[in-house]
């Protein structure tokens, strides 16, 4: 029996250079005790076998996927990988049986360090430290050993301030330019409250709408493992109680229709409004202000505006590109054959079109002239940036809890920067208005494939995108 010690718990180099040799060596898995810590040579336990097995390479699907499994907090994570390494040499195919127990069990290992990390992302809360100007800390217990991962998403989203995150596991510390690491540390050591608690409350619950409270949804989002460390988690309890209460006093308020003098007053601030002006504030003031928006020149060309359509309140908002020829003769976005790849798609992935919201990155149809035909042409990045203001205004009035980006237009105007397609599929990425997003393919993509073997993938990773993007909204 061969003994592999690990520095660390994540302490993916040395798995990785004990499982090379080991492999190697032609020591079958069965033949190996993985630990973590202790004293001596890594391979004390037995003198190190004569090479036996020829060398071969593993793709770098499996290096990424050996990462996160091994910050899963289960002892039989390092077995695993090395079981999986031993079959991959005569089973190079492997990882792309989703049905195989090993794979399927790796799979689960991932999907829930994934989760750990986007919950840290999500749920950490900075507290002033008391005596130490602009410093903050946060207690955080993630259910796996994610801390270095994630840090340095936090060392991204908060350069400019002094910060440290301490956990059971290991403290990451950022001073402004650099991130370092320490070791565990205990509750008692993170500041329990600070001054600004109460003005986060407040905003919490003045934007808790009653009408969409769903405690069952909300409690698989916002789990109650980590209320103890969220100041807005005390209000809870109370908002839930009176949920109803409140949402039959906004039943009770009937709808108001916008008057002629706003719908006018929304068309000049479409027209003449400076990009950092005003915006409007529901979805028929959006509708009449794009008809006659002015903000670049794509209107000149156009028949008409095209905004969005749907829900003033769904959950699952659509960006597509732009309107193309006939959304731009019909006035309504996704009714050609796009449209038809993307109805056909939210049907086989569960998802009904009536409960989304519809829309564009650009809403005038940029088109060239080629005899009798308009042929499409992608708006630049300083059209959809002009554009951006309207989608803004669309996604602040119906605040959908997830938005897809349809293809790289629709990334770009969603996030304000390149967002690469093939790099992000499959995620759930953070916006700053609390949302979260999903990119993937747009369905003219689909329609253009001109390998005929890629469609079928490309339109089932499209489906599963939409599926993936339906159940985060839920």
């Known amino acids: 029996m061969r003994v592999a010690r690990l520095s660390s718990e994540i302490d993916f180099d040395g798995w990785r250079r004990q499982a090379r040799t080991l492999r190697a060596q032609g020591v079958a898995p069965e033949h190996v005790i993985w630990t973590v810590g202790g ?19 593993v793709s770098r699907e499996f290096v990424t996927l050996a990462q996160s499994v091994l910050q899963h907090r289960s002892p039989e994570r390092l077995s695993l990988l090395y079981r999986l390494l031993w ?21 689960h290992f991932d999907q829930a360090v994934h989760r750990a990390q986007h919950k840290m992302k999500a749920f950490v809360r900075f507290r002033e430290v008391p005596g130490e100007a602009e410093t903050y800390a946060a207690w955080f217990e993630p259910p796996h050993r994610v801390t270095e991962a994630t840090a340095p998403f936090f060392a991204r989203r908060f350069s ?20 370092t690491f320490s070791p565990g540390a205990d509750r008692s050591q993170a500041p329990a409250e600070d001054a600004l608690e109460e003005a986060w409350s407040t905003y919490f619950a003045s934007i808790f709408n009653p009408a ?71 979805l028929e003031e959006v509708a009449a202000g794009v008809d006659v928006c002015r903000r670049c020149d794509l209107w000149r060309e156009a028949t008409q505006g095209v905004a969005g359509e749907g829900p003033a309140r769904a959950r699952l908002m659509f960006v597509g ?24 798609a939210l049907a086989e992935a569960g998802v009904p079109r009536s409960e989304t919201y519809v ?6 149809f940029k088109h060239e002239p080629r005899g009798k035909r308009r042929l499409h042409k992608t708006p630049d990045r300083g059209e959809v ?3 951006r203001w309207w989608l803004d205004a669309e996604r602040r009035i119906v605040r959908p809890r997830v938005v897809v980006a349809l293809g790289a237009t629709a990334a770009l105007s969603v996030f304000g920067k390149a967002t690469p397609i093939a790099a992000n599929r499959g995620q759930a990425l953070q916006l700053p208005d609390q949302a979260q997003a999903v990119v993937t393919y747009h369905p003219s993509f689909l329609l253009r494939v001109p390998d005929e073997a890629a469609k079928p993938k490309a339109y089932a990773e499209f489906v599963e995108d939409l599926r993936f993007a339906w159940s985060l909204a839920a």
């Open 39 to 57: 004293e001596g040579d890594l391979f004390g336990d037995e003198a190190a076998a004569p090479v036996v097995e020829p060398a071969f390479t």
């Open 87 to 107: 079959r991959l040499r005569d089973e190079p195919q492997l990882l792309a049986v989703v049905t195989d127990s090993d794979v399927l069990k790796a799979s």
């Open 160 to 179: 400019g301030m002094n910060w440290s995150i301490l956990t059971p596991d290991a403290c990451a510390h950022w001073d402004g330019a650099q991130l």
């Open 212 to 282: 969409r409270l769903n405690p069952t949804a909300m409690q698989q989002h916002m789990p109650k493992r980590y209320w103890r460390n969220l100041p807005e988690a005390r209000l809870i309890p109370d908002l839930i109680a009176t949920a109803q209460e409140r949402t039959a006093a906004m039943v009770r308020s009937a709808p108001t229709t916008p008057s002629k003098r706003t719908m006018k007053a929304a068309s000049r601030m479409a027209r003449d409004m400076p990009a950092e002006g005003g915006a409007p504030s529901n």
């Open 321 to 344: 590109e732009q309107p193309g020829d006939q959304e731009d003769l019909a006035g309504h976005p996704f009714v050609g054959p796009a449209g038809k790849v993307l109805d056909r």
């Open 359 to 364: 829309t564009n990155a650009v809403k005038h």
């Open 385 to 387: 940036q002009a554009c």
